[in-house]
């Protein structure tokens, strides 16, 4: 593989192991960052040290303005690119709608579907054949969230998590002429701080039990699904959503 991997939220967990993983199959990576300097930073260096090229660009997921100065930042760089995956995502804590404020609802909605559709948006028109580019794929991070709805818990994010599937089946349909797949992968409990960033950072070990295989995924699970949608291998796979959940 080559070209240039594009990864939102690469910092940490999933989006970091991705960013990692991708350098090793010989991309190029990209990966944004909205307030860890420092950790993003580090993913690059690791990337580096292990002969690969990356760079890190600050972003906001939610807004417009901080993804065009992304794609500023690739196009300088002269790399086709070739692979985008959405992963920046947000969580709240567990909160009935009852409860829930409009900005957070906002919050959880910019970042987790308005931010993904404005990266595809443009990652679609560098790398459409239809725009002159050389084809490519997009891999959207949902979550099992989307199926069960999550009441009282965190239904805004399950919405949102929802959404992204509609985006992926309906946007894999609208731009396969132009070469690009676009594909889905829905973790399950995953062993990442985003559990923290719920107020229940041990949750994905607390839940083992309810998980048929009885442990948590690992982040570098997820990116080893999204490693092979995103390759040759998955040349044949699009509109597909991968549920990657130890069963559940």
């Known amino acids: 593989m080559s070209g240039l991997l ?9 989006g970091a192991a991705i960013a990692i993983g991708a350098a090793k199959c010989g991309f190029d990576v990209c990966l944004t960052y909205r307030t860890d300097k420092r950790s993003a930073n580090k993913i690059v260096d690791q990337i580096s040290v292990g002969g690969g090229i990356a760079f890190a660009v ?3 997921a939610a807004s417009e303005a901080d993804t065009l100065k992304v794609f500023e930042q690739i196009d300088a760089r002269g790399i086709p690119l070739t692979a985008l995956v959405n992963n920046a995502g947000v969580v709240d804590v567990a909160t009935p709608l009852k409860d829930m404020s409009v900005d957070r609802i ?10 993904p559709m404005i990266y595809a948006r443009e990652a ?55 070469g690009i797949r676009v594909n889905g992968v829905r973790p399950g409990l995953v062993d990442t701080d985003i559990h923290a960033s719920g ?4 949750r994905a070990h607390r839940l083992a039990d309810t998980i048929p295989m009885k442990r948590p995924g690992t982040a570098q699970e997820i990116a080893d699904c999204v490693l092979f949608l995103i390759s040759n291998e998955a040349s044949y796979v699009t509109g597909a959503i991968l549920d990657v959940s130890g069963g559940r």
């Open 58 to 60: 600050q972003a906001d």
């Open 106 to 115: 906002e919050r959880m909605m910019g970042t987790n579907v308005i931010g």
């Open 124 to 178: 679609i028109n560098r790398m459409s054949t239809e725009a002159g580019g050389k084809g490519g794929s997009i891999v959207n991070i949902s979550s099992m969230a989307a199926n069960g709805g999550r009441p009282n818990q965190y239904i805004d994010y399950a919405a949102s998590k929802a959404a992204i599937d509609a985006l992926t089946k309906g946007l894999a349909l609208e731009v396969v002429a132009g």
């Open 199 to 202: 107020g229940q950072p041990d």
């Open 6 to 14: 594009l990864v939102t939220g690469g910092s940490r967990g999933i």
